[in-house]
């Protein structure tokens, strides 16, 4: 009997992924960029709010971040699309970091107000509408099928260490002195910019370039409304995030309930990102090979319950443990949404769907902070948790019957 030269060759190990050399150069673009973030949002916020005493203007930030990202979703997702995305990703990172650059001359210079605050939060955001969907859709072009759920773990593991360590990083830098948060988080921006502009991807097919009409701006949405398993999984995601997150609340709980004091505060903070990033950590070691659906539906459920458990606990030990069990079953859920969507996204779509994807995310978090905190204020804190948490069960129930494709999903290796 003849032996395929395939059969001999041994399955790729638990690390290969980061054996791939465009990858790496992957992970340090977007481990720059987030850790750059990471760093800006206490940094501005710290500034603006100290400059002028207002809640309000903190606000602000939020909302001149999300509107671009919802101004800009269907370019966005067009452009990314019918041009290279590393150099999309590379122009974009680059904005970014000559943008903060140019607040670290102003900082210097004495000459930084709130409205130049706000003015660059809304270019960054801008910048930062085109890079996310963009790069999204750049990953499975780095490293094919096979590889793309262990990508995809690998790669949040590293964005759940920036998200830990950047809010840390910008106010130890800020306390430094107020220039140099600006100065760091500008370099790393350049620095992810270079990384991925050297990137070389598998497909050597260049982008399509069809003319621009409403229907291929639209073609994201048209896909996912005829794809029933990623409408499905995308809006799975926005209302159990709209329904379930918590963390809006965590001020009134570290204060209010647990009596924990700012300290605490930060524990329960940090408590979800480190969950995501053990999770993280295991699935690259050890992808899920088969009952994706089920699990994906699992993880969410598990979202809710430990919401519940969050919302009803009155100890600090126990508050912690169920924000590190909500951030571990959320990083389930991502990793399988994710690799599922682009998997099953042609490649010339996967801007414009990545782009409504985003738009989808980032909705659900915003909202959710908001709806979290109009419970809390009609019905206080702990029957606003529960009621999230019951509803995001309530999510998954209704889902399971109205996508039953999704419980059918076995695979994530594109096979």
Not at 129 to 141: K, N, Q
Not at 160 to 177: D, K, R, S
Not at 354 to 373: P, R, Y
Not at 392 to 403: P, R
């Amino acid at each position: 009997m003849t032996t395929s030269p395939s059969a001999l060759t041994p399955a790729p190990p638990a690390g290969s992924v980061l054996q791939n050399r465009n990858y790496r150069h992957f992970l340090i673009s977007r481990s720059c960029s987030s850790l750059a973030f990471q760093s800006l949002t206490v940094a501005m916020g710290w500034m603006i709010y100290e400059m002028t005493g207002s809640a309000w203007m903190l606000g602000w930030i939020g909302l001149c971040q999300f509107l671009p990202m919802l101004i800009l979703t269907f370019v966005v997702g067009t452009v990314a699309d019918r041009y290279d995305r590393r150099r999309i990703g590379l122009a974009c990172q680059w904005i970014e970091g000559l943008t903060v650059l140019v607040l670290a001359i102003l900082v210097w210079k004495g000459l930084l107000t709130p409205a130049g605050i706000l003015i660059a939060v809304a270019v960054l955001g801008a910048a930062q509408a085109f890079e996310r969907p963009t790069l999204a859709a750049l990953l499975p072009g780095i490293v094919g099928p096979a590889m793309l759920q262990r990508a995809i773990a690998t790669s949040t593991s590293f964005m759940q260490t920036a998200f830990i360590v950047g809010p840390a990083l910008g106010g130890l830098l800020y306390g430094l002195h107020h220039i140099v948060p600006f100065v760091v988080s500008g370099l790393l921006c350049l620095i992810a910019g270079y990384s991925v502009g050297t990137i070389r991807q598998l497909e050597a097919a260049p982008p399509t370039r069809a003319p621009v009409t409403l229907q291929t701006v639209f073609a994201g949405v048209a896909f996912i409304r005829r794809t029933p398993a990623v409408l499905g999984m995308i809006s799975l995601d926005l209302f159990a995030v709209l329904l379930g997150g918590a963390t809006a609340l965590l001020p009134i709980y570290a204060s209010d309930i647990l009596t924990a004091g700012p300290f605490g505060l930060g524990l329960l903070r940090a408590a979800p990102a480190i969950g995501a990033l053990g999770m993280s950590l295991v699935l690259g070691r050890r992808p899920i090979l088969a009952g994706a659906g089920r699990k994906m539906f699992a993880a969410v459920a598990v979202f809710g319950l430990a919401t519940i458990v969050f919302a009803l606990s009155t100890q600090v030990w126990l508050s912690i443990l169920a924000l590190l069990v909500v951030g571990a079953s959320d990083n389930i859920s991502v990793v399988i949404r994710s690799s599922l969507v682009q998997l099953m996204t042609p490649d010339d779509m996967r801007g414009r769907v990545n782009a409504v994807n985003s738009l989808f995310i980032g909705t659900s978090n915003q909202l959710g902070e908001f709806e979290s905190g109009m419970m809390a204020g009609f019905l206080g804190p702990v029957a606003a948790g529960v009621i999230g948490g019951v509803g995001t069960l309530a999510v998954v129930a209704i889902w399971m019957s109205a996508f039953p494709v999704l419980r059918r999903i076995e695979r994530l290796d594109g096979r």
